[in-house]
């Protein structure tokens, strides 16, 4: 999967399209999830052209990196869920279902989130 400078993130981090800001600073941004899984869903994203992880993690300064997971920890204190739980989540590629070509991860909590992968999942 290569970058699309047109992705959705993209454009939500040039401010063409409005998202509902959890938190933001020159290299993150983190927003509420529109189709939210749980009462606590936001996506927590690197402003940079980074597909996926993997491309992050590969390509992402060491500060850059260490930056991101402050974030993800200072985001999951002010949504209130660093005491009760939450989970992380960072798909990468077609069997993870990755939709858009820019890292992001999510962070959901809010509620009890089950098992991690569905039931079914193990029948394969």
Not at 77 to 84: C, I, L, Q, S, Y
């Amino acid at each position: 999967m290569s970058y699309d400078a047109n992705n959705i993130f993209a454009k939500i981090i040039r401010g063409e399209i409005p998202g509902k800001k959890v938190h933001e600073d020159d290299q993150v941004l983190a927003i509420h999830d529109i189709s939210a899984a749980a009462p606590v869903h936001v996506l927590v994203m690197p402003k940079g052209e980074y597909v996926s992880f993997d491309d992050f993690s590969r390509n992402a300064s060491p500060e850059r990196l260490a930056h991101f997971f402050k974030v993800v920890t200072e985001v999951a204190r002010k949504t209130g869920v660093e005491k009760t739980g939450y989970r992380l989540i960072a798909n990468h590629g077609a069997d993870a279902s990755q939709s858009v070509p820019h890292f992001h991860m999510h962070l959901i909590g809010g509620r009890a989130l089950g098992g991690l992968l569905p039931d079914d999942v193990h029948e394969r």
